[in-house]
């Protein structure tokens, strides 16, 4: 069993910023890419963020210089900085890992439980 947690989600002004951590524990072998997606109400799930083992990145166009992903290989972590808050920024992220639990498993994707992040005057 793999389990995410997600936390670091909140209620923020525009032009804020916050940090959201999604560690991932139990049976693990190898971690490939960890990724960040959100969901706002009414619209599809969309990529914002994702890196590989070798910490190389790629963004969506929407939060390209406004958001920085990155992870602690040595505890199995991605994080998430958001600064620059806007408006559009509000929805759930999802933290999503692809990874091996174990040597003979094929690569699956998890999916942490959801941290709300709302950008409000």
Same mark, same amino acid.
């Given at each position: 069993q793999v389990q995410l947690v997600e936390s670091g989600g909140g /209620? *923020?002004? @525009?032009?804020g910023s916050l940090r959201l951590s999604c560690a991932a524990s139990g049976s693990i072998f190898v971690i490939f890419h960890m990724g960040w997606y959100r969901q706002a @109400?009414? =619209?599809q799930r969309e990529l914002v963020a994702r890196i590989i083992s070798d910490g190389s990145a790629? !963004?969506?166009d929407s939060v390209k210089g406004r958001f920085t992903i990155s992870r602690d290989n040595a505890k199995n972590t991605v994080y998430l900085q958001l600064n620059s808050? =806007? /408006?559009e920024d509000t929805a759930e992220y999802y933290c999503n890992v692809n990874l091996m639990s174990h040597p003979a498993a094929v690569p699956y994707? !998890?999916?942490g439980q959801g941290t709300q992040v709302? *950008?409000?005057s």
């Open positions: /209620l *923020v002004q @525009p032009g @109400p009414g =619209k790629n !963004y969506a808050l =806007k /408006l994707d !998890y999916w709302t *950008v409000s």
